[in-house]
Structures are given as structure tokens and as C-alpha cells.
């Protein structure tokens, strides 16, 4: 029976107080974090008496948490899950190596919030992972005007599938699309389980032409036990290799790639093995009204509202995904007193492989967010997400999620 209004006003009181401690908390954790990053930067080298200097490293550093609650419905679900990021980047033309950079990245995951309670497919928070630290970056570039190559430890959603208008919302699929964070063994290379690898490029600026072609090892992670810190490397693992070309000018970008998995998989419905799995991808995204995205705003002039669309296929018997539709628009500049503020509304649309026994065919959720600049140094940003009910499957109902992520930043 749906519960009574006494029942959701206590639940809604509990939702809210998970959601303020975060939020008090928040800052004691971003501080300790941030005093520790604060320690790897070095001072500036002059290179010579007349040369700008040229700053050898570089650090980062951010705190973000994601709060939510259900409404209606029969099952409730809250929870809170949490990323700390602390990365420093080496400049290697401080050193006299031009053209070369290094980055290593460590990440603190909180939990994984209330996805395990609401059942849901595609993740309402992109930080929802188990409980654990380990490495996401450490790699090594060379580029130079026309050609760069990248090797070691790296989360290939940093080079594939991007998605800028995107990236401002909660769900785990208006970043990687999941038709690709969860192909393969353990997904294809998205964090929290990075890829070992190597990545070459091609690019032309004067064109805005890109191509980007990787491979990595087959089986990022250890999906047996999630907060194992290892990257395995041959055996029946196999490899995935991804490419992409990507096209960008002043008010517009437009990418599509693809990717093929070597290994042996296992079938979706645990009836054996399948060979390989490939899949394709496409992203569109551009702006429709005011600045263009890519260009300098002129003066007292900000507000842009920006679009993008994207696509994904997976042709595999071992893919839990086999086709995901996505897509939204992001306002920013629209407030003359807040002219930061970012205002948001999305759809992702994922379909399933009918497995006999079973009923769900799709799920689809609808979100709407809001950001905020607090400041120099936090981000408040409202969200509401609505998932209907999946795919014919009336026994897990209809929820509206409630959330409030705050973001810390040195």
C-alpha cells in the first residue's frame, strides 16, 4: 500500500538529515584532502632570465557528494555516494622534455549510494561504486603538433565518448553510455576500473579533425572481488580496442567511434560462452541560442543554451545493453545576478536483451537539475530523476528521486 503522509514526512525529515550531515561534513574532508594535494606543488622554474616560467607541477583536487531519497512508490531507498579526487600533473617541458606530460590520479569512492536499493539499470549517481581507493590515472603522453601517443593506466571515458553539455547531470549514462561502461568482462575501461593501455591520435587543429585510436587489456578490475587494485594482462581476458573520430568547430562537435572485445564471453542469460563483442557509438552536441560553445563570450553577454544527442549499439549475446538513446539541454547565463548558474533537462533510454523468464524489456529515466556556484569553492546543484516503470516489469514500480549533490573545490 502506498504510505501514509505521517510515514513520508518522517522519511522525507531522515532524507533531509543524511543530506545536511553531508553537506556539514563535506568541508572537514575536502580540507584534509586538499591540505595533502597542497604539498605536491612545486615552485615555478625559470627557464631562462627572459622565458615565462613554467610551473613542473600541477595538482587538483575535489570533493563530491551526491544525497538522495525516493518519493512514492512502495520501496524507499536513500542514501549518499561520495568521490574524492586528488590528481597532480607533471609538465615535462619544465624538465626540457617538450611535448611530454605525466598524470596520476587517486580516487576515494563512498559507496554506492541507493542504486543497490532501487534496482535501477543505469545508475542515478555516477559515483555509485563500492566502497574503496585506488589509482584511476597514471600514464604518460607525448604529443606533438599533429601526432601524440598515451600509455599506462587511464579512464577511457577521458578519451572516448566524451560528452561536454552532458557531463552536468547525475546519471551514470550521460557520461560513458552504458552500452560501453558495461560491455566486455568488467566494462570498458571507465572508472572506477581503468584500463591498462595505450593510446595514439591524429589531429589537425586548423580543421578541428581528431582521431583517436586505443587498446587495452581485456579485463579492467577484478570483477570477482570490485576493491581489488589489479590490472590483469593476457591470458583469457582478452583486449578491446576502441576508435574515434571526433570533428569540432566554433558552436558545434560531432564524434563517432566504435569497439570490438577479443575474450570469450559469457552469454547474458548463463548459458555459455559467446566470441567477441563490438558496438558502435555517436555523439552530436552543439549550441542552439546565444554563444556559441567554444568561443569567448563578448562582454555582458553569457547565456548560451546548448544541446546534445548520442547513440550506442552493442552486438554481443554478452551484452547487457544492447541499445542506449540519450540526449538534453543545459542553459547557463540565462540569470544576469547568477550568471554561472546552469539549468538542465535529460533522457536516458536503455534497452535490455530479452531473456526468457523475464519482463524487462527498458528503462528510461527522465532528470532535471540545477547548479549553483556557492562561492569560489562549492557547487550545490538540486536533481530530480523519474523512472517510470521499466519495460512491462510492474513489480518494480515507478520511482521519483530526490537529490542534492555538493561538489568542494580547493
Known amino acids: 500500500m502506498p504510505m501514509g503522509i505521517a510515514e513520508a514526512s ?33 615552485p615555478t622554474q625559470e627557464r631562462t632570465e627572459d622565458a615565462p616560467r613554467i610551473k613542473a ?19 524507499h531507498a536513500q542514501g549518499v555516494a561520495g568521490l574524492a579526487l586528488v590528481g597532480v600533473t607533471v609538465d615535462g617541458q619544465a624538465f626540457g622534455a617538450k611535448g611530454f606530460s605525466a598524470n596520476v590520479m587517486m580516487a576515494a569512492y563512498n559507496g554506492p549510494g541507493i542504486s543497490g536499493q ?10 555509485s561504486a563500492n566502497r574503496m581507493v585506488r589509482p584511476i590515472n597514471a600514464w604518460v603522453m607525448w604529443q606533438g603538433d599533429h601526432f601524440g601517443v598515451k600509455a599506462g593506466i587511464m ?33 570498458l575501461g571507465t572508472n572506477p576500473y581503468s584500463a591498462l593501455g ?24 577484478d570483477p570477482e572481488n570490485p576493491t581489488r587494485i589489479v590490472w590483469r594482462r593476457g591470458g583469457d ?36 560462452l559467446t566470441d567477441g563483442a563490438s558496438g558502435q557509438f555517436a555523439v552530436a552536441e552543439g549550441t542552439l541560442l546565444g554563444v556559441p560553445m567554444g568561443t569567448e563570450a563578448p562582454e ?7 544541446a546534445w544527442l548520442r547513440y550506442g549499439r552493442s552486438k554481443s549475446a554478452a551484452a547487457p545493453i544492447t541499445a542506449y538513446y540519450g540526449g538534453g539541454l543545459v542553459a547557463q547565463g540565462f540569470w544576469k545576478k547568477f550568471p554561472q548558474d546552469s539549468l538542465g533537462v535529460a533522457v536516458a533510454h536503455a534497452r535490455v536483451p530479452w531473456i526468457e523468464g523475464t519482463s524487462l524489456g527498458h528503462e528510461t529515466v527522465l532528470e532535471a537539475t540545477y547548479q549553483h556556484p556557492w562561492g569560489k569553492h562549492v557547487v550545490l546543484q538540486p536533481n530530480l530523476q523519474y523512472l517510470p516503470h521499466p519495460g512491462g516489469d510492474r513489480e518494480r514500480p515507478s520511482a521519483l528521486v530526490f537529490g542534492l549533490r555538493v561538489t568542494l573545490l580547493p
Open 300 to 306: 555582458g553577454k553569457t547565456f548560451h543554451l546548448d
Open 10 to 42: 518522517l522519511r522525507f525529515k531522515q532524507a533531509w538529515c543524511i543530506i545536511a550531515g553531508m553537506a556539514l561534513a563535506s568541508p572537514a574532508l575536502a580540507q584534509s584532502g586538499t591540505e595533502g594535494a597542497a604539498k605536491l606543488e612545486v
Open 118 to 127: 532501487l534496482g535501477d539499470l543505469q545508475g542515478v549517481s555516477a559515483f
Open 198 to 221: 595505450v593510446i595514439g591520435f591524429l589531429k589537425d587543429d586548423a580543421s578541428g579533425l581528431k582521431l583517436r585510436v586505443g587498446l587495452f587489456d581485456g579485463q579492467p578490475g
Open 57 to 75: 607541477l600541477t595538482w587538483d583536487a575535489s570533493l563530491t557528494m551526491d544525497g538522495q531519497t525516493t518519493f512514492g512508490g512502495v520501496h
Open 237 to 272: 581476458a582478452g583486449r578491446f580496442v576502441m576508435g574515434e573520430l571526433d570533428w569540432t568547430r566554433p558552436g558545434w562537435r560531432i564524434a563517432v567511434g566504435g569497439w570490438h572485445h577479443s575474450a570469450h564471453l559469457p552469454t547474458i542469460d548463463g548459458t555459455g
Open 155 to 187: 579512464d577511457t571515458n577521458a578519451d572516448f565518448d566524451e560528452q561536454n553539455v552532458g557531463a552536468i547531470f547525475l546519471n551514470g549514462s550521460h557520461g560513458m553510455g552504458p552500452d560501453l561502461s558495461m560491455a566486455g568482462v568488467n566494462g
